[in-house]
């Protein structure tokens, strides 16, 4: 606890960083307050005290593997298949958590809860889902969702060159892809292509570790694929246009709103602490009016996406959710994010850009939210379309 002099030579203790300004978990259920509160000591005491040495190597503590699975929260939000079910607000609130603390943590959530496991479980047949579902939930088979390619990011939904060609009873995939989370290690590709006969987006499951044709290159983050042959059997059966991609991408668009809420609530208590902490011309820094007014400001961005965030997780569970509704608060929150920690990274000084004060990390992690899950302009142009009524995307 930090603990400031007082002019009459007492100290008292000082207010603990706190980013729930408004009691926003006073909207949780006992339940999933519980849930919640095990997420945050989790990622506290076992993620917290390692991250930023395998931020700094670039690398993913693999040996947290087997006690993460054990926080039950696989495939949260879907009900049945072995999945954690749950509101969609407990979803957010989870990703929130994870986020305080590490956004590639949430991010690894994200792909493989989210995207991949989504993909199956909004667009994939009765059969798929049993099939996969189950051990992905218990995060047995890990999953990434393979979309963009190195020509085509934004344009995705009329642009793939990643092709399919029906041939019997198997499809076969030729193309490339880029940037794809979890790519080089797990064990379920999601991969979309495009297909030779109707020119539709199609979602196809690959099992990429046993599939000939299929490699991944870990420092272009590319996967190749050439010749790769699927059963019609993986072909995610309600996958049958970039509509049905879409569908997945609002929700995880949603959650992206929720993992960078997250990273400024960490940024923010980080930031608080340092400059409670800090000592400039004899006093703390954080006793300086223009740092308070940078410290308010970014407690103001993290409460407003947070309020932004619970009443979204209503429409959510409300079934109200639409596309340009997720748009918003992605665009919204990686954008108030990026705010707050520059604000943050300003406030550390020199501290601010080394990986040992957190800052650093967050300051990249929010570049990476911001342009991933599509670009705030494409968000943009979503919710642009949606309140005009014309289409500007070319
Ligand atoms: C860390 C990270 C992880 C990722 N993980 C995955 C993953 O797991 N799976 C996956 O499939 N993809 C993943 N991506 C890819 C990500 O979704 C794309 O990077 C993103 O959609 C943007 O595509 P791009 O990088 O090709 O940029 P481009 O599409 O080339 O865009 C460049 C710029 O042009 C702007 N622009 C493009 N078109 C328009 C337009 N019509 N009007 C106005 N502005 C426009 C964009 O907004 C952007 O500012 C990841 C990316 C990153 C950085």
Known sequence: MAIAAREDNKTKPLPAPNSDFYQL??????????????????????????INKYWSDDAFPFELLPS??????????????????????LFGFVAMELARV??????????????????????????????????????EKIGCFGLTEPLVGSGTSGGLTTTAKREGDSWVLNGQKRWIGNATWCDVSIIWAR?????????????????????????????????????EANRLEQGNSFRDTARVLRMTRYMVGWASTGVQMGAFEATL???????????????????Q????????????????????AQMDDEGKLADHHASLAKAFCTARSRETVSWGRELLGGNGIVADYNLARFFA???????????????????????TGFGAFV
């Open 25 to 50: 978990v006073d909207v949780l259920l006992p339940d999933e307050l519980a849930m919640v509160k095990k997420v945050r000591t989790y990622m506290e005491t076992r993620v917290q005290p390692i």
């Open 68 to 89: 993460f699975s054990e926080l039950g929260i696989g495939g949260l939000g879907y009900d049945g298949y072995g999945c954690a079910g749950g509101s969609q607000k």
């Open 102 to 139: 590490d956004a590639s943590f949430c991010t690894f959530f994200g792909v493989h809860s989210g995207l991949a496991m989504g993909s199956i479980y909004l667009d994939g047949s009765e059969e798929q889902k049993q099939k996969w579902l189950p051990a992905m939930a218990r995060w």
């Open 195 to 231: 297909d030779l006969a109707d020119n539709q987006v199609k979602g196809f499951i690959v099992e990429n570790k046993t599939t000939p044709g299929f490699s991944v290159e870990k420092i272009e983050h590319k996967i190749a694929l050439k010749d790769v042959r699927v059963p």
């Open 273 to 291: 602490k340092y400059t409670q902490e800090r000592l400039q011309f004899g006093k703390p820094i954080a006793s300086f009016q223009m740092v």
């Open 293 to 312: 007014d940078l410290l308010a400001k970014m407690l103001a961005n993290v409460t407003a996406c947070q309020c932004l965030m619970v009443r979204l």
């Open 365 to 387: 992690d929010a570049e990476a939210l911001y342009s991933y899950e599509g670009t705030y302009q494409m968000q943009n142009l979503i919710v642009g379309k949606a309140i």
